[in-house]
Nanobody, 126 residues
Framework: QVQLVESGGGLVQAGGSLRLSCAAS????????MGWFRQAPGKEYEFVAS????????YYADSVEGRFTISRDNAKNTVYLQMNSLKPEDTAVYYC???????????????????WGQGTQVTVSS
């Protein structure tokens, strides 16, 4: 069992930056692919980024490539999402999720993930 708690969301102007954190409980955190998803009002969950269990591989949605960076610190049981050059269309509730164990990190679908945080709101004003 893994419990996830996100933090770091808020209101920011377009062009600004935010850093989301996701703290995980459990001794097996380092074995999980970790992902970030987002959901805007009235829309489906959207894949944002994922990172392999070792942190050696990262994957991004085209819409955030070059602006967002996912990272993890297995010693701290924490995964991060650094978001730069934010745009109004990035406005959403952001969720972190723990997915397959020992995988490559190339997991893009919500159904690939077993554990989810409660979400944190990110609002980007124009």
């Amino acid at each position: 069992q893994v419990q996830l708690v996100e933090s770091g969301g808020g209101l920011v102007q377009a062009g600004g930056s935010l850093r989301l954190s996701c703290a995980a409980s459990g001794r097996t955190f380092s074995s999980y692919t970790m992902g970030w998803f987002r959901q805007a009002p009235g829309k489906e969950y959207e894949f944002v980024a994922s990172i392999s269990w070792s942190g050696g591989s990262t994957y991004y949605a085209d819409s955030v490539e070059g602006r967002f960076t996912i990272s993890r610190d297995n010693a701290k049981n924490t995964v991060y999402l650094q978001m730069n050059s934010l745009k109004p269309e990035d406005t959403a509730v952001y969720y972190c999720a723990a997915g397959p164990r020992w995988s490559s990190g190339r997991d893009y679908e919500p159904d690939d993930y077993d554990y989810w945080g409660q979400g944190t709101q990110v609002t980007v004003s124009s």
